[in-house]
Structure formats: C-alpha cells, structure tokens
Nanobody, 125 residues
C-alpha cells in the first residue's frame, strides 16, 4: 500500500511558476513509476507527465513540453513537477499517481495503482 500526498498548488498569474511535490509513504517508492495528471472542471482526467523508476525516462503531454519538468528523489520518497510559463488553461486539480509495472504504459490513467488527493492549481490571466 502506498499513500501519496500532493502539495504546492495555489494561485499564480499567467507566466508564473509553481513546483508541485508528491510525498509517498513506505519504503518501496523506488519500485513505482510515477505520473502527474490533471483534471479541469467538466473534463476527464488527463496525462501531464511521467517518470520511470530510476528517473532515467520521462514523458510529457505535448501541451506541457518545454514548460514542465518532472523529477524524483528516491531518497526522499518524493516526485516533483516544476511548472513554468503557466497559462490559464493549465488551471486544474493536479494528481500524482504510482504504478508498479506500467503494463499499460505511462500515459493511461487506468494503469496506475495509487492516487493522491490532488492539489488545485489556478492560473489567472
């Protein structure tokens, strides 16, 4: 069992930056691939970024490439999402998720085993 707790969300002006953190419980964090997803009101949850177990491979949605960076610190059981050049359309609740095997790949929400409670990101224009 893995518990995930996100933090770092808030209100920021367009063009600003935020860094989201996701702290995981337990001693097996390094055995999970991690992802960030977002969900805006009235929309389905969608993929933002993902990172594999060692941090050697990273994946991004086209809409955030060049602006967001995912990273992890296995010693701290934490995954991060650095969000730069934020746009109003980035406004959403952001969730981190853990997946033991990535059988369905890094993008599909259905493959992830554990989810955090989410943190709100609001970008004003």
């Amino acid at each position: 069992q893995v518990q995930l707790v996100e933090s770092g969300g808030g209100l920021v002006e367009a063009g600003g930056s935020l860094r989201l953190s996701c702290a995981a419980s337990g001693r097996t964090f390094s055995t999970y691939a991690m992802g960030w997803f977002c969900q805006a009101p009235g929309k389905e949850r969608e993929f933002v970024a993902a990172i594999d177990w060692s941090g050697g491979n990273r994946y991004y949605a086209d809409s955030v490439k060049g602006r967001f960076t995912i990273s992890r610190d296995n010693a701290k059981n934490t995954v991060y999402l650095q969000m730069n050049s934020l746009k109003p359309e980035d406004t959403a609740v952001y969730y981190c998720a853990a997946d033991k095997n990535w059988y369905t790949g890094p993008i599909a929400t259905t493959g992830y085993d554990y989810w955090g409670q989410g943190t709100q990101v609001t970008v004003s224009s």
